[in-house]
């Protein structure tokens, strides 16, 4: 996996990752990082960890926001996926889940799947187009640019502290 040795190998991509992490840990996770740098750290994540990791990371990073923040992401994540046509059995008839803004796990289960059925669907809703170019709907949205930056912060973190131990 050339992006895994990347990562752990050292030198300058693994400091860069290290200090994505940081910042994601230390601030507010909306901020501390533009909607392109979130976008691309996530589709490099997002492409090479498996489905156990990548829900695990959702899990914690979606911990780490508010119940509202959940709901608004769970929110914009319909109304992008409406705009675009696309249809995701989690959400019930209001459009929304009611246990995304209670249980980090239901939303990081939903975005796992989302991920698995079709890969790179959920940076491209979220960013507006995917391919690195379209960060729009993150720059318009802070909790979409917390949930993608969480997942890739806390995958890579994971994957460093498994490689210690």
Known sequence: M???????????PRQQYQDFVQRYEQGHPAEGYS????????????????????????????ARMTPQERQQFAQFLQQRA???????????RDGIDDRFQQDPRSLAQMTTRME???PGMLGQLLGGGGGGGGAGGLLENPVAKAALAGI???????LMERRAA
């Open 2 to 12: 050339d992006f895994l040795q990347h990562l752990l190998g050292g030198g300058q």
């Open 35 to 62: 909607g392109q740098e979130v976008m691309q750290r996530y589709e490099q994540v997002a492409a090479n960890c498996s489905p156990q990791l990548y829900q695990e990371s959702a899990e914690q990073a979606f």
């Open 116 to 118: 698995q059925q079709q």
């Open 82 to 92: 409406q705009q675009q046509n696309v249809q995701f059995p989690d959400f019930n």
């Open 152 to 158: 890739a912060a806390m995958a890579v973190k994971n």
